[in-house]
Structures are given as structure tokens and as C-alpha cells.
């Protein structure tokens, strides 16, 4: 079991940075997948980014390549999502979610669709205004 607690979202300007973290408690942090979704209203659940579990290798949605950045510490059990030139279709609820413990994500990619991932957080608000 983990538990996942995001912070870090606000009402920024287009062009702006936000770094959102998510924090874990639980067992075996190190052994989870950890990603990040977002909710826009109206919308489905999208996947931005994932890691595995040893953090060697990242995957992002094209829609935030380049501009957003996805890392984890295992050892203070975080993850974090650092977003930079934000747009206002970044507008959204932001989630962290994990899956496993299993060492099949140390080697092989996190899921991109959401209902693969067991735990969740309640979500931070981003919000870019033009």
C-alpha cells in the first residue's frame, strides 16, 4: 500500500514554471512505477509523464515533451513534475498515481492509461492564464 499527497499547483501566467511534488508513504516506495495525469474539465484522464521505479528512464506525452520534467527520490519517497513554458492548455487537475511493487517496472515501461494504476492522490489545480 502507498499513499500519495501532491502540493505544489497555482494560477501562474502562460510562459510560467511550476514544480509539483508528490510525497509517498507506505512500503517499498522504490519499487512502484510513479506517473503524473491531468484532469481538464469535461475531459478524460490524460497521461503526462511516468518513471520506473530506479528513475532510468522517463516517458512524457508529446502534448508536454521538452517542456515538462519528470523525477523521483526514492530516498525522501518523492516524485516530482517540474513544468515549465506553460500554456493555458495545461489547465488542469493533477494527479500522481502509482503502480506495482513489482520489479517488472524496473525494467520495462510504466502503462500510459490511468486505469492500470492502483493508487492515487487528490489531485493539485493548475491553472495558466493567457
Known amino acids: 500500500q502507498v499513499q500519495l499527497v501532491e502540493s505544489g499547483g497555482g494560477l501562474v501566467q502562460a510562459g510560467d514554471s511550476l514544480r509539483l511534488s508528490c510525497a509517498a508513504s507506505g512500503r517499498s516506495f522504490s519499487r512502484y512505477a510513479m506517473a503524473w495525469f491531468r484532469q481538464a474539465p469535461g475531459k478524460e484522464r490524460d497521461f503526462v509523464a511516468a518513471i520506473r521505479w530506479s528513475g532510468g528512464k522517463t516517458l512524457y506525452a508529446d502534448s508536454v515533451k521538452g517542456r515538462f520534467t519528470i523525477s523521483r527520490d526514492n530516498a525522501k519517497n518523492t516524485v516530482a513534475l517540474q513544468m515549465n513554458s506553460l500554456k493555458p492548455e495545461d489547465t488542469a487537475v493533477y494527479y500522481c498515481?502509482?503502480?506495482?511493487?513489482?520489479?517488472?517496472?524496473?525494467?520495462?515501461?510504466?502503462?500510459?492509461?490511468?486505469?492500470?494504476?492502483?493508487?492515487w492522490g487528490q489531485g493539485t489545480q493548475v491553472t495558466v492564464s493567457s
Open positions: 498515481a502509482a503502480v506495482g511493487p513489482l520489479a517488472y517496472y524496473n525494467d520495462n515501461d510504466p502503462p500510459r492509461t490511468w486505469d492500470k494504476y492502483g493508487y
